[in-house]
DNA sequence: TTTATTTTAGTACAATCGTGCAACTAATTC
DNA sequence: GAATTAGTTGCACGATTGTACTAAAATAAA
């Protein structure tokens, strides 16, 4: 096996090999939101692409590699999305409204990348079979929405949570979440405005005193 | 390809088949649940087996068909398991309690059972991409619960929900519970009893008036 | 312009996949 | 007992997979 650490360790990456990665790496987003992980081979990829699967194994070390990157880029975007919106509002309440509702627009502006974020995601295994994501990723993932209804509990405005009972609602808020983006996959056509307001109602009440 | 329909058409399976397709069923679903569906070949389920590849081509017309009878086994039970508890109950705030207690308690009882028809179904696609179960066996799913909130809606004990806030509640409980299967699937000790606990009185919270 | 480096196409390779089937063994039927 | 059916092993087959690599083409540097 060939160790490539040009990213991570030697110089820049040259304006072509950056273009070369973005543009394979939407390749396999695509490819895997269309025919699914199982079915997305490295050939499916680089035939959408237009390259040579040499091409692919040039610039990313393996497949592994490739659809981390995929996670990667997904989760690094979804925070800077979210992150300011949240810490613009002023009360846990609004917080958690816009919570919810930037997550699900982003999700609807980012349809294929989050679809093959959960497929790479829920897919992939260890050696020994166990999740190949570990869990520091499900905290990250969650620290927003613990912040925030922390922070509603402590303003008297969220009902008491233990510490069990605060991973339970954030949780679940995550899961109502990424459901709402398997029902995307599912209807196109799904009416995401009506569907926001009334998670936002759902979490509302099961939040406040 | 030779079509089997010895099962559906033709005279009782023997004693020896069932016991074979029971047996090569279960192997799938520990395959599944232990290296995940991209990794569970034919090969992998034959070796736990200890069978040759060809008793499983004897047995099922082909791998969709073993697989497809994975989930159709699991939806069997958990519907028998199910609705006799909640038709004991006699009003929609306890039916909704005891759908959501049954429900974490058979997956608990019914782990890799349930993991493994997660990764089939969250896997099959169509020949062309599509998810390959169809919606109405999402409608199939969400029926109990959707009956339930219409219940507790008409009794004037929950509160008014429209059609599509109905669906989202739904919706969004069934995501709850699959994605409580995740979190066994990741902390094999997660404390059952606490979780089923909160997810009640969240979903009571956001239910009621 | 020449040399050095990067990038690409094409493909070899071992391994694996699901499907299919011949040959064999075991059990049942006539 | 012979014929038929049920059940199994072992493996062929075409296709595909991810990894690896050579030679050629393209680009950058001297």
Known sequence: ??????????????????????????????????????????????????????????????????????AIEYYTAWQSYIAPLIEAQKSPKEMLRVYIESNLTFIEENRKHVIAVIEVVSNKRTADGKFGFASDHDETILLPIENILTLGMQDGIFREFTRSSLRVMALTIRNAIDGFTLELMKKSHLDVQEYTRELVTLFEKSATK
Do not use: P, W
């Open 1 to 70: 096996m060939s160790i490539k650490i040009k990213s991570t360790n030697q110089k820049e990456m040259s304006f072509i090999e950056k273009a070369r990665r973005s543009q394979i790496v939407e390749c396999a987003i695509e490819t895997i939101a269309e025919i699914g992980y199982a079915q997305a081979s490295l050939g499916q990829i680089a035939k959408r692409a237009k390259i040579s699967k040499g091409v692919i194994s040039y610039h990313f070390a393996n497949k592994e590699e490739l659809l981390d990157q995929i």
